[in-house]
């Protein structure tokens, strides 16, 4: 049977099915009887609470080619499992995810930090999957839901600057509030640095947070003390683009 909004598995001469296609499935029309699925492509199952009951609290999930669903209906709501074709229970990486870093040209620095709260630069969108969710200035928008998040973003120090405490945090602009606190972090211009030898460290935030409608967010950075030229990130000088602040969000609920 070809993906559609609406999936009519009452067509279906057996209880297994393959569904071809990529188009997104928002709806299953099914009767009798359980129906084994099986996805022939990768494509989106979004989640409605009567029509696509996903086993998924409410998110909507990305299936690939090989992945099987049990679908069930009670006469009123179809329920749908989704199984990993590797057996594996869903995971973040299968739902909706929006994916954000700050990419620079080979051999370009981080920056200058400053004492106290900096904003991350965040100038490229890596991958976005979930409706209503963008990038701009610096800051991701998302729209209401639960969502969980990986963001890391480096601080450095060369053997001539003074050393600094950091943490990031995800902060909500909208309304002016953390959301999750990072770890805390360090780098130092220990005596053991040669002069051209750069001390780099990581704060990384890691949670889940739930919005109740849609709200601006940025990686906002404290250092204890400002960092000249490469505070924000060394430049490793290799091919390819330089990554320093990053962010993962997975729309989970």
């Known amino acids: 049977i070809a993906s559609a909004s609406t999936v009519n598995l009452n067509t279906a001469t057996g209880n297994r099915v393959h569904i071809t296609g990529t188009t997104t499935i928002t ?31 409410g998110a909507n999930v990305t299936v690939e080619a090989g992945d099987m669903a049990y679908i069930e209906s009670d006469g009123t709501t179809v329920y749908v499992n989704v199984v990993k074709k590797n057996g594996a229970a869903l995971t973040s990486a299968d739902f909706p995810c929006l994916h954000v870093r ?24 890596v991958t976005n999957t979930i409706s209503g969710a963008s990038l701009a200035s610096n800051r991701v928008t998302l729209p209401a839901g639960t969502y969980r998040v990986e963001a890391r973003a480096p601080a450095s120090c060369n053997a001539t600057a003074v050393g600094a405490r950091h943490k990031l945090i995800l902060y909500n602009v909208t309304d002016a509030a953390n959301v999750i606190v990072g770890s805390a972090s360090g780098v130092d211009n220990s005596a053991n640095l040669a002069a051209n030898v ?13 919005l109740a409608a849609t709200k601006t967010l940025s990686l906002s950075h404290y250092f204890s003390s400002g960092l000249a030229a490469v505070g924000l990130g060394k430049a490793t000088g290799s091919s390819g683009v330089e990554v320093y602040a990053e962010a993962q969000f997975w729309k989970v609920g």
């Open 27 to 57: 709806g299953w029309t099914l009767t009798r009887g359980p129906r084994t699925v099986i996805f022939d492509g990768a494509l989106q199952l979004t989640y409605n609470a009567t029509t696509n009951r996903l086993n998924s609290n």
């Open 102 to 125: 700050d990419e620079k040209s080979a051999g370009t620095e981080g920056g200058a930090s400053s004492s106290g709260a900096n904003e991350r630069v965040l100038n490229t969108v």
């Open 198 to 210: 750069v001390n780099m460290t990581d704060s990384v935030v890691r949670g889940q947070f739930t």
